[in-house]
Nanobody, 123 residues
Framework: QVQLVESGGGLVQAGGSLRLSCAAS????????LGWCRQAPGKECESLAA????????YYAQSVKGRFTISRDNNKNTVYLQMNNLKPEDTAVYFC????????????????WGQGTQVTVSS
């Protein structure tokens, strides 16, 4: 497994932006498919976005498509989630996740998870 550490969460007003970062400790970072999930209180974790090793194939949940962008820097072992036009319903704990198995898995099914970072959007 790979160790993941998220950062960049915080409090933002509706319509604002945040960029989450997730640093991975592994020598084989480029082999992993990376993704982001979020979990609001009382709800299941929602898969949001994923990006494969080539940075060509990406996935977005309908709820964030057009507002969130996932990217990765294989030289820095880091994956990012740029979040624009944030809404109060985006409030949740955001987790990054990684897996080196099938790219067909959803991020919530990935084997390795970070500890999460809180994002709170005020109205």
């Amino acid at each position: 497994q790979v160790q993941l550490v998220e950062s960049g969460g915080g409090l933002v007003q509706a319509g604002g932006s945040l960029r989450l970062s997730c640093a991975a400790s592994t020598r084989t970072f480029s082999r992993y498919t990376l993704g982001w999930c979020r979990q609001a209180p009382g709800k299941e974790c929602e898969s949001l976005a994923a990006i494969d090793w080539s940075r060509i194939s990406t996935y977005y949940a309908q709820s964030v498509k057009g507002r969130f962008t996932i990217s990765r820097d294989n030289n820095k072992n880091t994956v990012y989630l740029q979040m624009n036009n944030l809404k109060p319903e985006d409030t949740a704990v955001y987790f990054c996740a990684a897996d080196d198995r099938s790219a067909a898995l959803e991020p919530k099914e990935y084997a390795s998870w970070g500890q999460g970072t809180q994002v709170t959007v005020s109205s």
